[in-house]
């Protein structure tokens, strides 16, 4: 079946540092790829997704690259926030429709340090 | 436009006890999916609904049912809680007129606790 595998955290950073949290997966087709931010007491948030091969996504300062060769959609943002402090789940389905369910990673907790 | 709601947002019960969660989809949205997040991990698929009937289904026993209502509005019903079902439950709507790039709008959540 379908899975996604992320770094484990939480990964800590201090203000205006490089963040990449690595995601990698395994599905029987052609998923679409997602990051999802969730953030203390909320639900989520959709941060960005691709759906095809080389798709760049991107959202507030992060990106994430679809790479179907390595089956790989890392995030990535090159000066990281106080407020960017939330957990980061990346996610797959085998569908854009919205019809398809949506297999979750572990998720990474980032705390962001002054 | 109304975003996804959930009730309640908090609920303690005891073991063997049943419970009813409700969720009211985005505006335009057809179709709702609840996930099971367990605490510090990622969201797992309880089931999806699709005009009123199941659309897929989890790895999750019988005993979590559900319901879509004609407003695409639902219930996750859980019977004989364990001790395990003490999660956060996400509910997720999309589809439809209303449906975005994104596709799936989540809730906050009810959070669950089976003492």
């Known amino acids: 079946g379908d899975s996604v595998t992320q770094m484990e955290g939480p990964v800590t950073l201090s203000e205006e540092a490089c963040l990449t949290i690595n995601c990698t997966y395994t599905a029987t087709g052609y998923p679409s790829l997602f990051w999802y931010v969730q953030y203390p007491g909320e639900g989520l948030q959709l941060l960005l997704k691709?759906?095809?091969?080389?798709d760049k996504g991107s959202n507030k300062g992060f990106e994430a690259t679809y790479r179907k060769e390595t089956t790989s959609f890392h995030l990535e943002k090159g000066s990281v926030q106080v407020s960017d402090s939330a957990v980061y789940f990346c996610?797959?389905?085998?569908?854009?429709?919205?019809?398809?369910?949506?297999?979750f990673g572990s998720g990474t907790r980032l705390q962001v340090q002054p | 436009e109304t975003g996804v709601t959930q009730s309640p947002t908090h609920l303690i019960k005891t073991r063997g006890q049943q419970v009813t969660l409700r969720c009211s989809s985005q505006s335009g949205h057809n179709t709702v999916s609840w996930y099971q997040q367990a605490l510090g991990q990622g969201p797992q698929f309880i089931f999806q609904?699709?005009?009123?009937?199941?659309?897929g289904r989890g790895n999750f026993p019988p005993r979590f049912s559900g319901l879509q209502f004609p407003n695409y509005s639902s219930e996750l019903n859980v019977n004989a809680l364990e001790l395990d079902d003490s999660a956060l439950y996400l509910c997720?709507?999309?589809?439809?007129?209303?449906?975005?790039?994104?596709?799936?709008?989540f809730g906050s959540g009810t959070r669950l606790t089976v003492v």
């Open positions: 691709a759906t095809k091969a080389d």
């Open positions: 996610a797959l389905s085998e569908g854009d429709t919205g019809r398809r369910a949506l297999t």
């Open positions: 609904y699709y005009r009123e009937e199941e659309n």
């Open positions: 997720a709507s999309s589809g439809g007129q209303g449906a975005t790039r994104s596709g799936y709008t």
